[in-house]
């Protein structure tokens, strides 16, 4: 097979993991990136060149808390696969059975700079189930676009879980039932791991569970625990059973989470923040401020920023760290929390999140600096391959659709 080389040349580089190279050239070979330089940066013999000068080169950004392709944009009923509420451990469910990667989120991702969106069940169910970690483009399947499907379980507390459960008059319809569902699964899943690792000791067989192997790989820090919570006295709750079981907790949403941020930070528990720009649509959202992520990220805490698409539209991500700089976050904490911070925190770094030789070469250019809301898309490059280029004819950047690898102009031509 023919390696593929891609140069980005002569462009503003940020790198996230590194200071900034004016006249920089990022290159990416077979899909990763093999230089990160100035412009004494040697080309490979053969690179497609693409000449970025005047505009930034950035990596592409990181959605770490999103419903793409399983609630679709403008579908309405038949478009939702978020919740599977027809019981409250969903620990078996798994987002990537919903997805479709034709929904216009994914091309509205390309046109906002996201590359790789962490897809997750909603909070409907105390256990939802198991995210995926997914690029925006690029597979004639999902499965093609999988970055990583042992990421985390999704988990909720508060409001959502109990007003569906509680509309049914079934368990749980108050905070008090909703953490114990979640802790009568967890020791469920210690006596089957038990169990399990006892029959495998034996050379004995063993009837399997998913739902009790799901949340045993929690247990053994193969998958991190998402947890859906706002109000400050739901995310003590996550922090409460989070110790009690030993797993490793990421807070997801924490609208209040500004009031115990110094324990967030001493517990070094990470804040997946958002969305900003959304109304205070029930009780739990009351005190929701977009200068919030600045209290939390000021206290030490590690933050990333969500849409929650498509509670906000996914390509609106860098406008929610736009208002969040206005608010008072550091625009340097505020990129990082689009790109470096997300990958860090569902554990994806060794791929995604920063231009840095051995990761994926997702790359994006756009005409300034991307907190500039004047600034626009120009490129983007998942794994090398162009999939948001100029048109031929000047205009507007194209999504380089999957229908072009038959020769075709659209599904129906």
Not at 141 to 157: G, I, Y
Not at 377 to 389: A, D, K, N, S
Request: include cysteine; charged fraction near 25%; proline fraction near 5%.
């Amino acid at each position: 097979m023919m390696t593929r080389i891609l140069a980005v040349t002569n462009g503003y580089v940020v790198p996230v993991s590194s200071d900034p190279i004016s006249g920089g050239t990022v290159v990416v070979t077979d899909g990763v990136i093999t230089a990160v330089g100035g412009p004494e940066t040697v080309i490979p013999e053969g690179a497609e060149v693409v000449d970025a000068a005047g505009s930034w080169v950035v990596p592409g950004f990181v959605e770490a808390h999103g419903h793409l392709g399983v609630h679709e944009d403008g579908e309405g009923w038949s478009g939702n696969d978020t919740n599977e509420m027809t019981d409250p451990n969903g620990s078996r469910f798994r987002a990537i059975d919903g997805i479709d990667i034709e929904e216009v989120g994914f091309r509205d991702a390309l046109r906002g700079g996201v590359t790789t969106v962490v897809v997750k069940p909603g909070s409907g169910n105390p256990i939802g189930g198991r995210t995926v970690a997914i690029k925006s483009w690029g597979g004639r399947t999902v499965d093609e676009q999988v970055l990583a499907s042992d990421v985390s379980v999704k988990s909720a507390l508060g409001e959502n879980p109990k007003r569906v459960w509680g509309d049914k008059s079934k368990t749980p319809a108050t905070r008090l039932g909703v953490a114990s569902v979640i802790r009568d699964a967890f020791v469920a899943a210690e006596a089957y791991a038990a169990k399990r690792d006892a029959a495998a000791a034996k050379e004995e067989p063993f009837e399997r569970d998913l739902g009790k192997e799901t949340l045993a790989a929690v247990l053994a820090g193969d998958l991190l625990w998402d947890q859906h919570c706002h109000r400050h006295d739901d995310i003590a709750t996550a922090i409460r059973i989070s110790e009690e079981f030993g797993y490793k907790l990421v807070v997801n949403h924490g609208t209040e989470a500004h009031k115990i941020a110094d324990v967030l930070a001493e517990k070094d528990i990470p804040v997946i923040f958002g969305p900003l720009i959304t109304s205070r649509s029930k009780v739990e959202l009351r005190d929701r401020a977009i200068g919030n992520l600045a209290l939390i990220a000021a206290a030490g805490v590690k933050v990333a920023i969500t849409t929650d698409h498509p509670v906000v539209p996914i390509d609106q991500i860098r406008l929610q760290a736009i208002l969040a700089v206005r608010e008072g976050l550091p625009a340097s904490t505020a990129l990082a929390a689009l790109t470096s911070n997300p990958a860090d925190i569902l554990r994806l770094q060794e791929r995604v999140g920063a231009l840095e030789v051995g990761r994926d070469g997702d790359v994006v250019v756009w005409s300034g600096d991307p907190l500039d809301v004047d600034s626009r898309v120009q490129r983007v490059f998942i794994e090398g391959r162009p999939v948001y280029e100029p048109s031929a004819d000047g205009g507007a950047p194209k999504v380089v659709e999957r229908w072009e690898r038959f020769g075709r102009d659209s599904w129906m031509g």
